[in-house]
């Protein structure tokens, strides 16, 4: 090799490591002074909340089945259904990071963050990180839609017991064929992402004047989600989201005689009785119609306000991520079903099972929806979308047969 080969190659071996002192010397910090040394924030040992001694000086405070949403009793029961569902504790990580982080922490965090929460509070409370929050929240939420079934009834049996239902909250059981009520709901949302949204716009809703994600939902006579299902984004309307949703084939597929309710927004077929909206409604045998039908399918609306106020992170725009927002209300509405399901069990006694039918009651001592509701409902169905459907009018027929009409103190002024 010649003198200027390798004079050659010490010049560059020279520009590079001066080259790489340079780039070097964009990330140095100059210390001059011990206080601007920058450094990585020290690991914290989270110590975890002492589960036993937390349950054992609260349990029996009133403001625990408040804070959780549910009694100790339930809560044990709950924990029960999920745990085959979830994972277990890594003993040896749990000693390395402040303790181990039990099912009954998880399903607590989980509770907290979906009655309204912030995730801040439960984590400081709870002592554990937010990464190990948020994987805690998720994988209980996954636990608990596996864990708690929610059915639509599809035999002759099952329809018949809902049937039997929903006609002890009909006028003198006037209506004695319908197995649940039907409607839409709008879970508020932030504007969601263009990954995960090929129309951002969509999710707007102008009636609500907010970006949400339109729900379709049936539950029966106390007030129990028997399906709850994804219809689109929030400016579909709802006649078209319940076939999205899958809830439309569902109830077509109903045993003969037996059908849902809905109000003026869907369309009417044989399997899905809606209320009279626009000028129909201001027919006066319709209009009567209109108030008995009202009486169950105001169940519907119970239902949604039930679990919005139990569940108060709906109660704002919700920041997950769409594809994931499937799972969050999923698991709402199965815990909402939990918690009526433990109210009924604990209300049932000899005396329950043998009173007499609500029948008795007279037609202002029932839930119905008033005139001036359903005539809001009207004006946003236009007439053109008005269908005939021949079960409608016979259970129009049946009000009009028995003489049944609607109290002078709730007709439209």
């Not at 044990?76 to 009954?104: C, Q, T």
């Not at 939990?338 to 007279?362: G, K, Y």
Request: glycine share 6%; with cysteine; charged share 20%.
């Amino acid at each position: 090799m010649d003198s200027l080969t390798v004079a050659i190659q010490l010049a560059r071996a020279a520009a590079f490591v001066s080259l790489s002192q340079q780039a070097a010397a964009q990330f140095m910090i100059i210390e001059d002074d011990e206080e601007d040394v920058v450094s990585r924030s020290r690991s914290v040992l989270h110590q975890r909340l002492h589960w036993a001694k937390f349950v054992r000086l609260n349990k029996d405070r009133p403001m625990f089945r408040r804070h959780m949403r549910m009694s100790h009793e339930s809560f044990v029961k709950l924990l029960s259904m999920i745990k085959p569902h979830i994972s277990n504790p890594d003993v040896r990580m749990g000693a390395l990071r402040g303790g181990v982080i039990l099912p009954e922490l998880r399903l607590y965090a989980t509770l907290r963050y979906l009655a309204g929460g912030a995730y801040s509070d439960v984590c400081f409370f709870c002592g554990i990180s937010k990464s190990m929050f948020y994987r805690s929240v998720w994988e209980v939420i996954h636990g608990i839609n596996k864990a708690i079934r929610i059915k639509f009834p599809s035999s002759p049996l099952e329809c018949a017991e809902l049937a039997a239902d929903f006609e002890t909250v009909s006028h003198r059981g006037v209506f004695k064929n319908v197995v649940g009520a039907v409607d839409g709901y709008l879970m508020a949302i932030y504007t969601p992402h263009k990954k995960h949204a090929n129309n951002v716009r969509s999710y707007f809703s102008g009636h609500f004047q907010r970006y949400g994600i339109n729900v379709q939902a049936c539950c029966d006579r106390h007030c129990r989600f028997t399906f709850l299902g994804i219809g689109g984004p929030g400016n579909s309307k709802d006649r078209q989201a319940v076939k999205e949703s899958g809830l439309s084939g569902l109830i077509d597929k109903l045993p003969t005689g037996y059908c849902c309710i809905a109000d003026s927004a869907y369309q009417p077929t044989e399997t899905l009785m809606t209320i009279f909206g626009g000028d129909l409604a201001l027919v006066k045998d319709n209009d009567n119609y209109n108030y008995f039908a009202s009486q169950l399918r105001i169940r519907i609306e119970m239902a949604f306000g039930l679990m919005t106020k139990k569940w108060s992170i709906l109660q704002r725009p919700l920041s997950n991520s769409l594809p994931m927002l499937k799972y969050l209300i999923c698991c709402i509405a199965r815990l909402h079903n939990f918690c009526i399901d433990v109210r009924l069990d604990a209300a049932v006694t000899q005396t329950s099972r043998n009173r007499s039918p609500i029948e008795r009651l007279s037609t202002i001592q029932l839930a119905y929806m008033n005139a001036a509701a359903q005539a809001e409902y009207s004006e946003i169905v236009s007439n053109e979308y008005a269908q005939w459907s021949l079960a409608r009018e016979e259970m129009v027929q049946l009000v009009k047969k028995h003489q049944y009409t609607r109290p002078v103190a709730n007709r439209r002024k």
